[in-house]
RNA sequence: GGAGAGAUGGCCGAGUGGUCGAAGGCGCACGCCUGGAAAGUGUGUAUACUCCAAAAGGGUAUCGAGGGUUCGAAUCCCUCUCUCUCCGCCA
């Protein structure tokens, strides 16, 4: 959520800003500067007479004590009136800051300055394409051939015990599962992160502070009985580990890392691209998350890219990164780097990580902060992240693009975490 | 699921209707003391909004959350949330 003192102080590069998003109702920034300003003036008149009635509740007081009966009574007499205005100042100040708040929750994050204009996905901008296009074997397949021809991944059960898009792993497949789980996290520990085990469960206060809610409600599971949510990425609960906080300065940069299974119920997708495991609503994730002063944020993007890079490098796949264009940029973000690894048999580029700078945004709404030592005031902070790899689409790479006429062979790199270095024979 | 106890500042803890943003202690910051440190000692030490050009200073709110009683609530009443103890159930 942006800060109503930041619009105050620019609305116009506020606006300017908020178009490179494509944001289309920028006449909310007028509305909120006025909400803004209404609140000022009804706050102003409620305060005055609040610190009137103090004043007379302390002079009843000081009557009482002195034994004047008659002076209190006619002093309570003038605290009636007082006590109306009090209410009907308090009702309009209750709905001004609601409505207030609602105008502020609908305005997405400001994009960073390298962002660039566009609206669609051919809009952004590929940064790095890194690796060649393997050779693959006369009739390669796709990896939902793959996985059933050597029993990886069965898609029927995973329909029948609940539905699309909640595959079963089996056998090798499952172990390559595992392994890729492990390689993460043991990559991200390398690299300094804590690892965290998280509640795959949140409760609303949680998904709205990381932005899930309240506009992306349809896009998670919800748990009606209990009012919790199951979480779309461990970026929820990770990030929320930190909610009204105030960190000291010399804590910084927080640095944690958790695997988790991910829910999503994406509704309204359907063909190609959700075949397999292209789009699915349940998949593994390890998730990298760094809260970090505001002056050097930009840098530990720029980290946390170079350490999905090194993922993608040991696997060898081959992959590009796209800084995204306004258009396709998530509401809460200020920059994102998408990472995309190339599907030789489906020949296409699956995304496999998306690394952003939040900034401030998430952040207001986690009242998360440090104690800035010179100024002795607290500052909001900002939160990055990134995934350290998201599973599903790497699997199917990995098949694809490893597959030869008699099996499929496993990067070097994993070799450490599984007891076979070959599917097939 | 049954019975009971509780939730106060960074932490511990006092406070059962008035001058309480809240005693005291710990911690922390700065100063004094010291050759240096410890001990001792002095001062300071919440957040948000707001008034003022700014500083100084002032106003309002906040003692788990929300509502109520009252001229006045940390303190009384109601609802909710959470924590703890005992019993039951259970991986």
Known sequence: MLEINVIRANPDFIKERLSVKNFAHLSLIDTALQLDEQRKQIQHKLDAALNQLNNLSKEVGAAFKAGKKDEAEALKAQTSTLKETITTLEAEAKQ????????????????HQSVPKGKTPDDNEVVTTWGNTPQLPKNALPHWDLASKYQLINFELGNKITGAGFPVYMGKGAQLQRALINFFLREANAAGYTEIQVPHVVNEASAYATGQLPDKEGQMYHIGLDGFYLIPTAEVPLTNLYRDEILREDELPVKVCGYTPCFRREAGSYGKDVRGLNRLHQFDKVEIVQIQHPDASYNTLEYMVRHVAGLLQQLQLPYRIL???????????????????????????????????????????????????????????????????????????????????????????????????????
């Open 96 to 111: 001004n800051e609601e409505t207030l708040q609602d105008t502020l929750v609908q305005l997405p994050n400001l994009p």
């Open 323 to 425: 800084r995204l264009c306004g258009g396709d940029m998530s509401f809460a973000s200020a920059l994102t780097y998408d990472f995309e690894v190339y599907s030789a048999a489906q020949q296409r580029w699956l995304e496999v990580s998306s690394v952003s700078n939040f900034e401030t945004f998430q952040a207001n709404r986690l009242k998360l902060r440090y104690k800035d030592p010179e100024t002795k005031k607290n500052r909001l902070l900002h939160t990055l992240n990134g995934s350290a790899l998201a599973l599903p689409r790497i699997m199917a790479a990995l098949l694809e693009n490893n597959q030869t006429e008699t099996g499929i062979t496993i990067p070097a790199a994993l070799h450490p975490y599984l007891s076979f270095d070959r599917i097939g024979e």
